[in-house]
């Protein structure tokens, strides 16, 4: 119920569905000064929504802690990688992977393994059934890439069923407490999405390290193209992090993290 329920509230709060709303009631009040106000609100909000400098800045206030690889002292015996957006959608009968938005996790769980940081990959998070069903979801796919790259097929774990952060955490939990009970842990995520995941996976019995990976924030200047002309990929990155800010605020109600 909270999955089904979760994914309502997150079409109704995004960005650009609260736009649409505010719109909506201009479009049907009959009152000329409420319509001037959701009009106003409207656009105010649409303006900051797609402001680069602002949301940059966002990034910066929200996202974890950038680490190198040279800086990671331990070696973990499994580096856990959420999936989300880490492959892209491949025209039918394509023979290859490709990277989606969010590949950068896969990437630098590669890096950590081959500098001798992360000595096994778990992948966890489910895909769409007919993909599931050619062995074709998202964390095969990301294998594939893996292997390509050099690493052992036997060094990559799955844990496939996983639809949302909290499942992330309870169903890998299970597969490290039977497999790696004594083990050490590097959790590898986008970094706006490392808050939210760390207190999930501490929640579940798992306490990781943590390696960000997929920052959205930069040093981007304060400049009149930054920060007066509205930017339709400042809209969707803010998109991303209001969506983060949003489930992170669910899972704190319902107390998953």
């Not at 095969?140 to 097929?153: D, F, N, Q, S, Y």
């Not at 992090?241 to 319902?254: A, F, Q, R, S, T």
């Amino acid at each position: 119920m909270f999955y089904f329920l979760s994914k309502a509230i997150d079409f109704l709060v995004m960005p650009f569905s609260i736009f649409f709303i505010l719109c909506l009631f201009a479009l049907f009040s009959g009152n000329k000064k409420r319509k001037k106000i959701f009009l106003t609100i409207a656009f105010c909000w649409l303006v900051l929504a797609s402001n680069s400098y602002l949301v940059n800045k966002a990034f910066n206030w929200w996202e974890y802690e950038h680490r190198n690889v040279s800086s990671v002292q331990k070696t973990y015996d499994v580096g856990i990688v959420l999936s989300g957006g880490m492959t892209g959608v491949m025209p039918a009968g394509t023979d290859h992977p490709s990277m989606g938005p969010h590949g950068d996790r896969f990437l630098q769980a590669f890096l950590l393994y081959k500098a001798g940081k992360i000595k096994k990959i778990l992948i966890t998070g489910t895909s769409p059934a007919h993909l599931m069903r050619r062995n074709m979801g998202e964390t095969r796919e990301a294998a594939k890439l893996l292997v390509k790259w050099g690493i052992k097929p036997e060094d990559i774990l799955f844990e496939e069923k996983a639809r949302n952060t909290r499942e992330n955490a309870l169903f890998t939990s299970r597969i490290l407490s039977s497999r790696f009970s004594d083990g050490k842990y590097l959790l590898i995520t986008s970094s706006f999405h490392m808050r939210r995941s760390m207190q999930c996976f501490i929640k579940a019995g798992v306490h990781p390290d943590a390696f960000a990976a997929d920052f959205y924030g930069n040093t981007t200047s304060l400049s009149f193209d930054n920060l007066l002309i509205p930017k339709p990929d400042a809209l969707a990155n803010f998109d991303f992090l209001w969506h983060e800010w949003v489930g992170y605020l669910m899972y704190k109600l319902v107390g998953y993290c």
